[in-house]
């Protein structure tokens, strides 16, 4: 099996539609965004470093709103429009790096791992149960889903540590520990792997169970994994 790639931990001259930007800082890394005021940069409110004054913020209504708040979840995100330049981060160690989305294309993200994302792309978010123990016991956890519907755009996202990416063929597979994904295409199965330790020194310890990821797709591997609380 080709192990995973580490990706680009720095990035000098970044293009999005509408966006140049760069990202910089080896410990906490920062998103620096210039909007030429063609296409607007939508965020949760907390992830903003620092901002020019002359670009517009506002709020930007999510799809599920009201399953979001009952859940516990941010119902709103936040938008910058015109031209001027715009930070993020997210106040924590790890890698923030580009997902460029062709029209047409889409990709799976992990709950707390999103940055940012051009107005091109669509945000939807579902609750997942099928693998639920693995992670948060019987409580289940969301995953974003961003779309280029229209057109092309971009999505930053967030990883802890440094993020890998391995690219499946299809029916590879790879086991991954379950808070160790970022991202996967929608192509990309997931099903519990559970090993029992029940022989030698380890009997009766315990199990180790892992994410088992099917082909074909990408995938993206965080190695600070962490178990983040989740609500129904």
Request: overall charge negative; charged content about 20%; cysteine-free.
């Given at each position: 099996m080709n192990p995973p790639q580490i990706l680009p931990s720095r990035i000098r001259e970044g293009l999005a539609p509408g966006v140049s930007y760069l990202v910089e800082g080896e410990l906490v890394p920062m998103l620096h965004c210039s909007l030429d005021g063609s296409m607007p940069v939508y965020f949760e409110h907390h992830v903003v470093l620092w901002k020019d004054p002359r670009l517009n913020i506002r709020l930007k209504a999510v799809r599920g709103a009201v399953r979001r708040m009952v859940a516990g979840r941010e119902v709103f995100l936040t938008e910058a429009r015109g031209e001027g330049d715009i930070a993020f981060s997210r106040d924590a160690p790890g890698q923030v790096f580009p997902l460029e989305l062709p029209r047409g294309a889409s990709i799976l993200v992990r709950e707390?791992?999103?940055?940012?994302?051009?107005?091109?792309?669509?945000?939807?978010?579902?609750?997942?149960?099928?693998?639920?123990?693995?992670?948060?016991?019987?409580?289940?956890?969301?995953?974003?889903?961003?779309?280029?519907?229209?057109?092309?755009?971009?999505?930053?996202?967030?990883?802890?540590?440094?993020?890998?990416?391995?690219?499946?063929?299809?029916?590879?597979?790879?086991?991954?520990?379950?808070?160790?994904?970022?991202?996967?295409?929608?192509?990309?199965?997931?099903?519990?792997?559970?090993?029992?330790?029940?022989?030698?020194?380890?009997?009766?310890?315990?199990?180790?169970?892992?994410?088992?990821?099917?082909?074909?797709?990408?995938?993206?591997?965080?190695?600070?994994?962490?178990?983040?609380?989740?609500?129904?």
């Open positions: 707390h791992q999103f940055l940012a994302a051009t107005g091109s792309v669509r945000y939807s978010a579902s609750h997942l149960k099928g693998i639920s123990n693995n992670l948060f016991g019987d409580s289940g956890f969301w995953v974003d889903h961003f779309e280029a519907k229209d057109s092309d755009g971009v999505v930053w996202l967030h990883g802890f540590g440094n993020v890998f990416e391995k690219q499946l063929d299809p029916g590879e597979e790879i086991d991954v520990e379950p808070g160790g994904w970022v991202y996967m295409d929608p192509e990309v199965r997931m099903r519990p792997a559970v090993y029992g330790l029940r022989t030698g020194i380890f009997a009766g310890v315990g199990e180790l169970v892992f994410n088992r990821l099917r082909g074909p797709g990408r995938v993206g591997i965080q190695s600070m994994y962490l178990h983040l609380p989740s609500g129904d």
